[in-house]
């Protein structure tokens, strides 16, 4: 697998990542903590594409490959959490500038 294959893997689990926990994030009504739906929807993702790619490929699954989905489930899990909430704070720096030149 390229490298630029990987990245673009991640980035796209990422992604959903980010998008099922908001979904799902409406339906658990805050009774579940966001960064453990974050990271268990993560982890999910991950093997699940992992699996997915193994059966593809013929490739025979055995437990170093299914420790490594699971770490690279955890740096997704870590991206979509902090990533998203980078994001939002560069989203909001405009508006914080503007509130503040306006004041």
């Given at each position: 697998m390229e490298i630029s294959v990987l990245i673009a893997t991640i980035g796209v689990l990422v992604a959903l990542t980010n998008v099922v926990v908001e979904v799902l994030k409406k339906a658990t009504w805050d009774k579940l903590p966001t960064?453990?739906?974050a990271l268990m929807i993560a982890e999910a993702l991950t093997i699940c594409a992992g699996i997915m790619y193994c059966q593809i490929n013929a490739i025979a699954l055995t437990w170093y490959i299914i420790l490594a989905l699971v770490v690279a489930g955890f740096m997704v899990?870590?991206?979509?959490?902090?990533?998203?909430?980078?994001?939002?704070?560069?989203m909001n720096w405009n508006e914080t500038n503007k509130s503040h030149e306006s004041a």
């Open positions: 960064n453990l739906l899990a870590y991206a979509a959490m902090f990533g998203f909430d980078k994001l939002k704070e560069i």
